[in-house]
Nanobody
Framework: QLQLVESGGGLVQPGKSLRLSCTASGFTLEYKAIGWFRQAPGKEREGVSC????????KYANSVKGRFTISRDNTNNTVYLQMNSLKPEDTAVYYC??????????????????????WGQGTQVTVSS
């Protein structure tokens, strides 16, 4: 069974940091395009950051550039999203996703939800004083 499990969300004050983790089971994240998305109440799911299947090409939403960093740990089969200088507008449910089924050797995602076929259940991030 292919599964992604996120953790690390919570309530944090503006300006603080959080690190989200997403661990895969049933498949390896190595050589898979992966991404972090978020969805706030009443809004569409948006791409926050994505990572290519090879070569470490990253993509960030303009709203998080310079504050968030995506990374992959192949040893632990985990992907991270380091979030610094958090703002109230970062409040959302955060999801990780992986392109498991395409088999594309080298894929640089546009960071759109349709590009990914395997999703985690989400973790809530709330930024508030």
């Amino acid at each position: 069974q292919l599964q992604l499990v996120e953790s690390g969300g919570g309530l944090v004050q503006p300006g603080k940091s959080l690190r989200l983790s997403c661990t895969a089971s049933g498949f390896t994240l190595e050589y898979k395009a992966i991404g972090w998305f978020r969805q706030a109440p009443g809004k569409e799911r948006e791409g926050v950051s994505c990572l290519s299947s090879r070569a470490g090409v990253t993509k960030y939403a303009n709203s998080v550039k310079g504050r968030f960093t995506i990374s992959r740990d192949n040893t632990n089969n985990t992907v991270y999203l380091q979030m610094n200088s958090l703002k109230p507008e970062d409040t959302a449910v955060y999801y990780c996703a992986a392109d498991v089924g395409s088999g594309i050797y080298f894929y640089i995602p546009r960071c759109e939800p349709y590009e990914f076929d395997t999703w985690g259940q989400g973790t809530q991030v709330t930024v508030s004083s």
